[in-house]
Nanobody, 124 residues
Framework: QVHLVESGGGLVQAGGSLRLSCAAS????????LGWFRQAPGKEREFVAA????????YYAASVKGRFTISRDTAKNTVYLQMNSLKPEDTAVYYC?????????????????WGQGTQVTVSS
């Protein structure tokens, strides 16, 4: 069982920045993939960013590409999401997801692990 804990959310004005962290503990392996999702009120959970399974290439949702950057510290089993040029439409609960495989379609997959989420609110 892998335990994921997010941190770093908060309230920020439009155009500002935040950095989220997700620390993984428990049973982790080198091929365990971490990524970020978000869920706005009344909307479905959506993919934000992740690394390719078994690789080092980050990929992003079109809505955040060029503004958000995913990075990781393998030694700390931690993944980060640097969010710049934030917009009010980025307001959501941000979740860390992990899986022994691709996390791109983690929503609904029984073998995906999820954190408790961290609130990001961007004011206009």
């Amino acid at each position: 069982q892998v335990h994921l804990v997010e941190s770093g959310g908060g309230l920020v004005q439009a155009g500002g920045s935040l950095r989220l962290s997700c620390a993984a503990s428990g049973r982790t392996f080198s091929n365990y993939t971490l990524g970020w999702f978000r869920q706005a009120p009344g909307k479905e959970r959506e993919f934000v960013a992740a690394f390719t399974w078994g690789g080092n290439s980050p990929y992003y949702a079109a809505s955040v590409k060029g503004r958000f950057t995913i990075s990781r510290d393998t030694a700390k089993n931690t993944v980060y999401l640097q969010m710049n040029s934030l917009k009010p439409e980025d307001t959501a609960v941000y979740y860390c997801a992990g899986r022994f495989g691709s996390v791109r379609n983690a929503v609904g997959l029984e073998d995906a692990d999820w954190g408790q989420g961290t609130q990001v609110t961007v004011s206009s």
